[in-house]
Nanobody, 116 residues
Framework: QVQLVGSGGGLVQAGGSLRLSCAASGSTRSITVIGWSRQAPGKQRELVADINSGGNRNYADSVKGRFTISRDNAKNTLYLQMNSLKPEDTAVYYC??????????WGQGIQVTVSS
């Protein structure tokens, strides 16, 4: 099992920046992919960015060039640096992890609100 605890988020004006963090604990060595998804009101949850055990990063087209996913293996912490934020980035953000076993885990939602 893996426990994911997210932090960060809040209210920011368009063009601003925020950083989300996700602290992982438990069977972290079993994680194959870890990343961030988001869900805006009335919309389906969508992948924002993820990173696999090989260090390969994957981004949604809508955030490429603005968001950066990174991890600190020593701290078992995942980050999402969000720059040039837009009102359409407003959503609840979730950290998620996929284990070697195929099990998936989710952190609690983090509200990000971007005002125009």
């Amino acid at each position: 099992q893996v426990q994911l605890v997210g932090s960060g988020g809040g209210l920011v004006q368009a063009g601003g920046s925020l950083r989300l963090s996700c602290a992982a604990s438990g069977s972290t060595r079993s994680i194959t992919v870890i990343g961030w998804s988001r869900q805006a009101p009335g919309k389906q949850r969508e992948l924002v960015a993820d990173i696999n055990s090989g260090g390969n990063r994957n981004y949604a087209d809508s955030v490429k060039g603005r968001f950066t996913i990174s991890r600190d293996n020593a701290k078992n912490t995942l980050y999402l640096q969000m720059n040039s934020l837009k009102p359409e980035d407003t959503a609840v953000y979730y950290c998620h992890a996929l284990l070697r076993s195929g099990s998936a885990y989710w952190g609690q939602g983090i509200q990000v609100t971007v005002s125009s």
